[in-house]
């Protein structure tokens, strides 16, 4: 059964700074890997998307990378702004078509 | 447009009522997705709609009843909940849902349902 594990569990930087999320993951037999981030008591915001085939996806000041072999996926974020405070969710989709989702990273961004 | 809804954004009930939540998108997804999601925890997969027919039930009790009425609509009725299934539901879709393919879901905002 696939478990998915992301490091901190809650993390605090100055505005201004970049930072690395980690995500790492049990079976490496996934189909794409999916960074979401979640504002208090609303849904998930799909950020990327990484098919098994590739090893990162950019968007903006995001970037995510994928190693299946060591199960690992980093989410990359660049000059962090108050606006990026949220928690980030990485889900793995593997064989049974289903999200596995890791607990989530809480980021605050302090101005 | 990416966008999933779904009604009502809050919802308070007692054990004995039965009421339904709403989810719709017209992205042509053929995939729709059922989730709860407790306080500070990831969301679990409920229930897996895939061509407007029930392909995963993960074990959810029968007073959750997911419909799919066509590609586009995703209701769950409720009946006889008990306080701890208060939490926030939520509802997604993708493009498909095969076994050989994967595409990206898109969630909706949420109803937070709040059982007394």
């Known amino acids: 059964k696939q478990e998915v594990t992301q490091i901190p569990a809650a993390l605090s930087v100055p505005e201004g700074e970049n930072l690395v999320l980690n995500c790492s993951f049990t079976d490496s037999a996934i189909y794409n890997l999916q960074w979401f981030r979640q504002d208090p008591g609303k849904g998930l915001t799909s950020l990327l998307l990484?098919?098994?085939?590739?090893r990162e996806q950019t968007s903006g000041r995001l970037n995510a990378s994928l190693d299946k072999s060591s199960g690992r996926s980093t989410l990359y974020i660049a000059a962090s702004q108050p606006g990026d405070s949220a928690t980030y969710l990485c889900a793995a989709s593997g064989s049974a078509r289903q999200l596995t989702f890791g607990s989530g990273t809480q980021l605050t961004v302090l101005p | 447009d990416t966008e999933v809804t779904q009604t009502p954004k809050h919802l308070v009930m007692g054990m004995t009522n039965k009421k339904s939540l709403k989810c719709e998108q017209h992205?042509?997804?053929?995939?729709m997705y059922w989730y709860k999601q407790k306080a500070k925890k990831p969301p679990e997969l409920m229930f897996v709609y895939s061509y407007e027919k029930l392909s995963i039930n993960e074990s959810v009790p029968s007073r959750f009843s997911p419909e799919c009425p066509n590609s586009s609509l995703l209701n769950l009725h409720l009946h006889a909940l008990q306080p701890e299934d208060s939490a926030l539901y939520l509802c997604?879709?993708?493009?498909?849902?095969?076994?050989?393919?994967?595409?990206?879901?898109?969630f909706g905002p949420g109803t937070r349902l709040t059982v007394t």
């Open positions: 990484i098919q098994s085939s590739q």
């Open positions: 997604a879709s993708s493009q498909a849902a095969t076994a050989s393919l994967s595409y990206e879901q898109y």
């Open positions: 992205m042509g997804h053929r995939a």
